[in-house]
């Protein structure tokens, strides 16, 4: 076996996310440069690791972006909300005038029925 | 006014924007810190953590509280680094292509520097902002930040095999960079 070949599990295998076969395990123990390459692997993962408890500071000004964005959204959202409700509103009203119109409708009709039953 | 996360998405999803203020004062800093690994410069880092709370604000009550708060961000932000990346690559070209040499002016070569966990870290940093934007973004959400790989191709809008790929590429140019070979041991392997 060359160590090319074992190239991509290496790293994989520096995680444990991945288990050597028994023949590239074979390779690994008698082949100094995969050792190597194995442990240079950990070593990489370690100090990323050790990254995720890091913080970098943020440049002044980035919480007062944040929190002036959110509030435009917001006033965007109350804004179309306001706009969508007048529209609920103008749109309930039309729907209550046209039924009182066909109501009426109704009640001439059959008035004017009655009338004409009646002479 | 210090209180717990969960209660501050919990009053936020309720429709409470103090608490939705209040829990980005909490976790900025963190969102911050990942874009800016993300994205490699100050200025697309608050563009992208912007969008990001943008985003999540307008999501919140679709977070189940399954995951921490923080790891919901994680992947917010990882996403709007996606979109942001996608959006630069239609409006310019990359100066250099992924695989161009570019010429070593890091630290690396310096054996003096080389044993120090701490100097290891210095140099590691150096080594990521100089990877390509796409192999970086897999390699700090998979190593850094401990994301799966399904979760990490769900919000760069890859597939599986294209984010381990990409992770396998992103480790092993990390490595080469903090351990590069001696001409020799090169020329030996040849």
Known sequence: ?119 | MPQDVADLVAAAQGGDREAFDELVRVTYVESYTLALRLMGNEEDARDVVQEAYFRAFRGLRRFRGDAQFSTWMYRITANCAATHLGKRAKHRHEMLDEADPIADERPSSDPQLQSDATELRARLTVALEALPPKLRQVVVLRDIYDLPHEAIAAELGISETAAKVRLHRARKKLREDLFPRRAEEAADAV
Do not use: W
């Open chain 1, 1 to 119: 076996m060359r160590c090319e070949e074992l190239d991509d599990q290496l790293s994989a295998a520096a995680d444990g996310s991945v288990l050597l076969g028994r023949n590239e395990r074979r390779h690994v123990e008698r082949c100094l440069r995969c050792q190597a390459e194995l442990v240079q692997y950990r070593k990489v993962l370690r100090a990323m690791r050790a990254m995720r408890t890091e913080v970098l500071e943020p440049t002044p000004g980035v919480l007062a972006d944040i929190l002036a964005n959110l509030e435009a959204a917001g006033e965007r959202r109350a804004i179309r909300s306001l706009i969508s409700g007048h529209k609920a509103a103008y749109l309930g009203g039309l729907a209550a005038a046209t039924a009182a119109g066909a109501a009426g409708a109704i009640v001439f009709a059959n008035r004017a029925r009655r009338l004409r039953t009646a002479s």
